[in-house]
């Protein structure tokens, strides 16, 4: 007789419940909570220094965030200001531009998105956990 004893388990069940729920929708409230993060990112960089400047509302008005690729274990989220122009002043060397201030915008610059990643990142982060928290619910 062995001194070893063992002592199984079955998991099938809790297979069948708990990988759909990894594989399906953890990674879609993920998607979810990202989106929201990156809408609020684009409301921020329009209301808080430096702000998306403004010339013709144009620049605002191609603010867009895309859907959320999934992929693997990467889930990404593509948001900004699709004009021709927006990277070029976003990326503007100090003073190359003078951005000029105008109601409701009156602190307006370059980095008006990057500084926004950097400053307000927990904030972003916050903003996808709840999603999924309250998703999940």
Do not use: C
């Not at 099938?12 to 989106?35: C, Q, R, W």
């Not at 989220?77 to 002043?89: D, P, R, S, T, W």
């Not at 201030?101 to 950097?118: A, D, F, Q």
């Amino acid at each position: 007789m062995s001194d070893k004893s063992s002592f199984g388990i079955d998991f099938k069940k809790f297979d069948k419940t708990f990988f759909p729920l990894v594989e399906n929708k953890i990674p879609s409230f993920t998607a979810k909570g990202i989106f929201n993060a990156a809408a609020e990112m684009l409301q921020d960089a329009d209301k808080k220094a430096p702000q998306t400047p403004y010339w013709h509302g144009d620049l605002r008005g191609s603010k867009k965030v895309e859907k959320p690729e999934i992929k693997y274990n990467k889930i990404s989220v593509e948001a900004g200001y699709n004009i021709k122009y927006a990277a070029k002043l976003h990326e503007s060397e100090p003073g190359q531009y003078h951005f000029v201030p105008r109601k409701g915008i009156l602190n307006p610059g370059r980095k008006w998105l990057e500084s926004k990643m950097v400053a307000y990142k927990e904030k972003y982060i916050k903003i996808a956990a709840m999603t999924i928290k309250n998703m999940g619910k």
